[in-house]
């Protein structure tokens, strides 16, 4: 950027809302619009989120803004205030490039901005990062003021976020959070989807998803690798020990915006990956952009291409362009026998488009969805049963099927289809995170570590990596047996992790790791500044993680003492880190599987080399990781309880209360 566009970057992000009324900008359909929202107020609600909006802007602009954004709220079914969208481009600069009184605060103006970078952000233009509804702000205002806030805070202050609005800088102290998010927060009864169309429309709430709202997204890197070491350990589950995945297929559907992910990381743990994908274009993108090696939209070369692909033996990802239901009975008759099947169509999302149905054009489904609700509703419920009884015949011959938190069990059982366990409370089939992630990652406190290179130089990345591996494989060669396959897992994803190409928007890395593997690499990092290798970083996590988030049909699943339904992990673990020395903290009502159904937090951390960054990261990523294991431990998760023991052994400050196991004679005897 030159030096007179840097200017004007800055003297736009001090001013805050403009001084001179922004002239009103046309509408461009040509961006990725948000979907219109539902008309949910009443004529007097409506009344209510204008008069909500025009608090922000000064009375002689109410008469024109007034107009407007009843119109934003008629046309689009919320107030997104876009004629205040700024004129600079949306980006993570490099630090020093931005107007702040403290690095702290200039750190996380980057992370907002990546945030909204269009080549991150699924509707910039609406402030949606990803999900559909992920927001980092409500409207155009709020950005504005918040950054201006930023720019102005000292290393004493701390911005306070409700939903996106900035409620204003108060004194604190330099070891508290610069800036505290909240998303969504609602009192629990008013917590039902409806709620948040009508609390949002009125301007008083906002969906964070999960690192939408919190400033910690890192484009579909964090997916990536997350999958991996999903479809990575699920191979583990079925095939001997030191059999390869090579020619072993692995059959899922959906080439969305997460599920996109599957056949890179089918292809990293070295698979066959056969991924349906319904819709043409969204198949067509994915191999375009070389997420996907090849191409077929006819069945019978699918199933000649997928015999040849087992018999030599091959690493290879194929889209099928046409319904998952086709593939998964015809591989049936043909008898193709798979390893692993999952399904990643969106079926949180089942009435609008998230699923197709099976035997009808994809066109004449979405002329079905707005012309013909209830046929559509129909024809998705049988295709579910169908789908059930496809997958079922195939797990009778051997294949492992797990449901990958996108509700496919929870839907096809309430369209009757057959995945009920014998005792008709549980399903015949395990989610990943109860059978995978949970027992085999986050138990033992591997979890979604990040950083990214606040400097904004790919050189920087390039160092972290290596610093990072060489941390790793020190801390690996006194590990425990029980961990040996994650440390390795994770050596051989940050060795090959550049030449993976997974950069999109800020020079940013997923590593899992567990604490002590998180502090050794932050500490190196911090060191690594200090002696001015690489500039400042950031750290953070995803919210799927060991502690961060309750969420009982996914991050919790694994807990079986009936505490998945309670929330207080996620609320420790937000009030935990954030007197331990986060830069940020924030807690969210929703984040991936819907408002209502979990509550998760994260932190973001700048290292800037000093003793005081050091100080904070030994303290927060200890509490950050081990609060969550503590409690696994507490609900009697044999691998947490096994992780906790060897922290306190580490750590003679940490005392945690461990559980008696009880016999089930003991029990067995009782009667109620
Ligand atoms: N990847 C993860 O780590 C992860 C974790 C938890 C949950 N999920 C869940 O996975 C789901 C997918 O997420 P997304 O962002 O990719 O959504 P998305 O809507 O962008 O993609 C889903 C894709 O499935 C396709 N599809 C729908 N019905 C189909 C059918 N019958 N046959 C073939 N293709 C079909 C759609 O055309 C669409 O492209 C969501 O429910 C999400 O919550 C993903």
């Known amino acids: 950027m030159n030096f007179q566009d840097l200017t004007l970057f800055k003297e736009s992000i001090k001013q805050g809302i403009p001084s001179v009324l922004p002239p009103a900008k046309p509408y461009s359909a040509d961006a990725n619009r948000a979907p219109k929202r539902k008309d949910i107020l009443s004529v007097d609600e409506k009344q209510l989120a204008v008069r909500n909006a025009l608090r922000y802007f000064p009375k002689e602009w109410h008469q024109e803004l007034a107009i407007e954004f009843a119109q934003e709220l008629k046309d689009f079914g919320r107030i997104y205030m876009y004629r205040f969208k700024p004129s600079y481009h949306m980006k993570a600069r490099s630090i020093a490039d931005y107007p702040a009184k403290c690095e702290q605060a200039a750190a996380i103006m980057l992370m907002v901005e990546n945030n909204l970078d269009p080549a991150v952000a699924q509707h910039p233009e609406e402030l949606i990062t990803y999900g559909g509804n992920g927001a980092v702000f409500q409207n155009w205002a709020q950005y504005l003021l918040a950054m201006k806030y930023l720019s102005e805070m000292e290393g004493d202050q701390t911005l306070h976020l409700y939903s996106g609005h900035p409620m204003g800088l108060f004194p604190s102290s330099e070891d508290a959070p610069r800036v505290v998010v909240t998303n969504g927060m609602m009192i629990p009864n008013y917590s039902q989807p409806d709620d948040w169309e009508k609390f949002n429309a009125l301007g008083v709430t906002q969906y964070g998803q999960m690192t939408a709202g919190s400033f910690m997204y890192i484009g579909p890197q964090g997916i990536v690798h997350g999958t991996t070491i999903t479809v990575m350990n699920a191979f583990r589950k079925v095939l001997a020990a030191g059999e390869s995945p090579q020619g072993k297929i692995f059959l899922t559907a959906g080439l969305g915006g997460m599920s996109g992910a599957q056949p890179k990381a089918g292809n990293i743990a070295n698979c066959v990956t056969v991924c349906a994908e319904i819709n043409a274009n969204a198949a067509t993108k994915r191999h375009q952009q070389g997420w996907v090696d090849e191409l077929i939209d006819n069945m019978d070369e699918l199933v000649a291409r997928v015999k040849a692909a087992q018999a030599n033996k091959e690493v290879v990802s194929i889209a099928y362009i046409g319904n998952i239901v086709d593939v998964w009975e015809n591989f049936y008759e043909k008898e193709i026998y798979i390893h692993l099947g999952s399904d990643q169509t969106s079926l949180h999302n089942p009435w609008s488009g998230g699923y197709y149905p099976v035997d009808i054009s994809y066109e004449e489904s979405n002329r079905l969805i707005r012309e013909e609700p209830d046929v559509f509703k129909e024809k998705v419920q049988s295709t579910l049963k169908r789908h059930a ?56 406190g591997f979890g979604p570590f990040r950083w990214v290179c606040a400097s904004g130089k790919s050189e920087d990345l390039d160092k972290t990596d290596a610093i990072a591996a060489k941390v790793l494989k020190k801390i690996m060669q006194e590990s425990p047996e029980e961990i040996q396959q994650q440390m390795q897992d994770n050596i051989t994803w940050i060795e090959d992790a550049k030449q993976n190409k997974l950069v999109v928007g800020s020079q940013a890395r997923i590593l899992y790791a567990d604490a002590q593997g998180r502090m050794e690499i932050a500490k190196a990092f911090n060191d690594a500044i200090n002696n001015g290798d690489i500039g400042p970083v950031v750290l953070g996590r995803d919210h799927h993680d060991v502690s961060g988030t309750d969420s009982p049909f996914r991050e919790t699943s694994n807990i079986y003492d009936g505490s998945r339904f309670t929330a207080d992990m996620a609320i420790h673990n937000v009030i935990g880190d954030s007197f331990r020395g986060a830069t940020w903290v924030s807690i969210h009502n929703g984040g991936g599987v819907g408002w209502g159904e979990v509550v998760n937090g994260g932190f973001g951390m700048l290292l800037d080399g000093s003793a005081a960054a050091e100080r904070r990261l030994k ?25 906790i023991k060897r922290e306190m052994a580490r750590t003679p400050k940490l005392k945690v209360t461990l559980a008696n196991l009880v016999e089930d004679d003991v029990l067995n005897k009782l009667s109620f």
């Not at 200890?622 to 696994?632: E, Q, S």
């Open 389 to 444: 009884d496809a997958v079922n015949k195939h797990t009778a011959r051997g294949t492992y099927f797990f449901d990958y938190g996108n509700a496919f069990l929870l839907e096809a059982s309430r369209a009757g289809g057959d995945v009920m366990a014998e005792n008709g409370i549980d399903f015949k089939y395990p989610s990943y995170v109860q059978d995978i992630l949970g027992p085999m990652c986050f138990d033992y």
């Open 619 to 643: 303290s927060m990523l200890l509490f950050d990781v081990n609060n969550g294991i503590a409690r696994r431990s507490w609900a009697r998760n044999e691998e947490a309880n096994f992780a």
